[in-house]
């Protein structure tokens, strides 16, 4: 059966309420001050140490996202890393229940528009929300080092920083579509919050530590054999760890902001003939590395964004 | 019924797993009428509604909404219907002009359209002075005008009402029924469901009673007291004197005669006797009306009730 007008009709219309709904909301204001005081510390703290050891690396600006400076425990990215997926979570776990329990679903969907509009209007209001406080965090990030270090960053280093910057955007939109998902799965907000925490726990704690080795051990054999390191082990462990968007999120961070990164598995001898080991890649062939990384997490994204579409959908409407 | 038929449903059925929810019903409203759906919780109202709108796809039947199919057209429908949900919600956090400058703007009504109607609408609703605050400091009687608002601004052909008056004080009920008549004024079908028989009674022309699904009675008031409550004739006599009782009872055709006031009787009859009564009491007493009388919608509903639960 064919539907008449077009699925995309009030997209635009929700896009613009959601968003300054999400821009203008107590939410955004608690996520900015998160963001300025993340970049601020951190920003502070690695261009102090950086100042001091100026000349030994062509690649100031990629070191102060890398370095984890004395005497915070991690670096920028680790703690991108870590608050992205949060940020995206609290942008999206009421995103659709919030309608059943405010009642206002039944009047929305009474106006023309079909429910496609109202959900991709919903998720891409929360995606630029989300790609504006990352931004922002950037950008603070960016001119800090800019005024404490008296250098402009270069173009390969810009590039991949731009770089760094869609990838933690997708990343951030992997967490915001899961969030988004239980917010249509789960009535209750509060379920729906601590579903999608507990699902990003998993994978950042849990995954690496427990479930990965041993159902890599189960399909594999153990890490080492008698001749050494179990191959078969190793890259089974290694395509396990690629489900978790945090590992896909590291690998690209690894090889945008360190560009001697040459290889994102395991390295053989072959690989480094003729190698000269910590030379730099081009931009270019680091993007190379990454690409199945970054596409795999905005696949990602769409699929789980798809299939809270296909949940939506066959859902009755009334509260 | 004049006006062009806008809402047809040909066997409309809606079925929830082992549910049957809808059970192949068959409703007409034409234009400019106010017809009302009743019935107890879980009868099929609420899904017959989402059905009519397109919020709920049909398991069998076709229904046609100002001409257009829901199932197919949603949006030719929409922008023809107005809505008011059961226990209607909004964004608290927005003022009541920008929750309804979004679903203005949605119904496709330019921002000039919004700001000149919003105005207009609000004074209609009695809510002339908060448009500029948030919703979330409205009663609940304020947030119920505030979707007939909605309606308003958006004048459509048709208004769909689901339990409108349900959380209003009496005088708000009568001033919301008043609106309701208004709509109807002005050429608006209205469908009405609700569980406040004598509002239904006051301004609905037609009546479909819900039960189990199915559409199990459906006319006028008359029509239905006629069909449920048997064919014999009510007679309203208005009359001042004594002994008027005694006179009545004593007629032939007279099965039952009911004191109802001062100087009211009621009389149940086996015909039409309103000249033999008017031949009988004219002489002796001050005969001041005689007419039939209106049978109440919540006797006929009751009785109905009554009788499925005997039957079961």
């Known amino acids: 059966m064919r539907r008449s007008g077009s699925p995309f009709t009030g997209t635009g219309i929700v896009l613009a309420k959601e968003a300054a709904d999400q821009l203008s909301g107590i939410r955004m204001v608690v996520i900015e001050t998160l963001v300025f005081l993340i970049a601020l510390v951190l920003a502070w703290f690695s261009t102090t140490a950086i100042r001091e050891s100026i000349g030994q690396s062509p690649f100031l600006f990629l070191r102060l996202l890398t370095m984890a400076p004395d005497p915070i425990p991690f670096s920028f990215i680790d703690t991108v890393g870590l608050v992205t997926p949060i940020i995206a979570i609290a942008l999206g776990f009421d995103a659709v229940n919030a309608e059943f329990n405010q009642r206002t679903l039944s009047r929305i969907l009474a106006q023309p528009i079909y429910r496609d509009a109202l959900l991709i209007g919903k998720f891409l209001a929360r995606l630029l929300a989300l790609a504006i406080a990352l931004l922002s965090l950037w950008l603070l990030v960016l001119g800090v080092g800019f005024l404490r270090l008296g250098l402009p960053p270069s173009g390969e280093e810009l590039v991949r920083m731009l770089g760094f910057l869609v990838a933690t955007i997708a990343y951030g939109g992997v967490w915001l579509a899961v969030a988004f998902l239980f917010s249509i799965l789960f009535r209750a907000p509060a379920t729906a919050a601590l579903v999608a925490l507990g699902l990003w726990l998993v994978f950042s704690f849990f995954w690496s530590l427990i479930i990965k080795p041993l159902v890599a051990t189960i399909i594999a054999g153990p890490p080492e054999d008698i001749f050494g390191p179990n191959l078969a082990y190793i890259q089974t462990s290694q395509v396990l760890d690629r489900i978790s968007p945090n590992t896909l999120y590291a690998e690209i961070a690894l090889a945008l902001l360190q560009p001697a990164t040459r290889t994102l598995g395991p390295v053989f001898i072959s690989q480094l003939r003729g190698a000269l080991l910590g030379a730099p890649l081009p931009a270019s062939q680091s993007f190379i590395l990454v690409w199945p990384q970054l596409t795999g997490l905005i696949a990602a994204m769409i699929l789980i964004f798809a299939i809270g579409y296909v949940v939506f959908q066959r859902q009755e409407i009334r509260a | ?312």
């Open chain 2, 1 to 312: 019924m004049t006006g062009e038929v806008v809402i047809r449903a040909e066997e409309l059925t809606k079925r929830y797993a082992a549910t049957l929810a809808v059970d192949h019903i068959d409703l007409e409203v034409h234009a400019g009428e106010i017809v009302g759906i009743l019935g107890p919780n879980g009868s099929g109202k609420t899904t017959t509604i989402l059905m009519l709108l397109g919020l709920t796809e049909p398991t069998e039947g076709r229904a046609a909404v100002a001409g257009f199919d829901p199932l197919r057209e949603p949006l030719e429908v929409k922008r023809r219907v107005g809505y008011l949900p059961d226990s209607v919600g909004f964004y608290d956090g927005l003022s009541a002009h920008d929750n309804l400058a979004y679903t203005g703007r949605l119904a496709g009504l330019s921002r000039r359209d919004i700001d000149e109607r919003f105005a207009d609408a609000l004074a209609k609703v009695r809510l002339p002075d908060v448009g500029r605050e948030r919703v979330g400091t409205f009663s609940r009687g304020m947030r119920q005008r505030l979707g007939l608002a909605e309606i308003l601004m958006k004048r459509p052909d048709i208004a769909i009402l689901d339990e409108p008056t349900a959380t209003l004080d009496p005088h708000s009920t009568q001033e919301f029924l008043d609106l309701i008549r208004a709509l109807k004024s002005d050429g608006t079908a209205v469908l009405l469901s609700s569980d406040h028989l004598d509002q239904v009674q006051r301004v609905c022309d037609r009546v479909a009673l819900f039960n189990q699904g199915r559409v199990a009675l459906s006319g006028s008031v008359t029509d239905l007291a006629q069909q449920v409550l048997g064919g014999g004739h009510v007679i309203d006599v208005e009359v001042r004197g004594v002994g008027v009782r005694d006179r009545l009872v004593g007629m032939p055709g007279v099965v039952r005669v009911q004191v109802m006031g001062p100087q009211l009787y009621r009389v149940d009859c086996e015909r039409d006797l309103r000249p033999e009564i008017a031949r009988l009491l004219a002489p002796s007493f001050e005969l001041t009306g005689i007419r039939f009388a209106e049978p109440s919608l919540n006797e006929v509903y009751t009785r109905y009730f009554d009788e499925v639960r005997h039957a079961a």
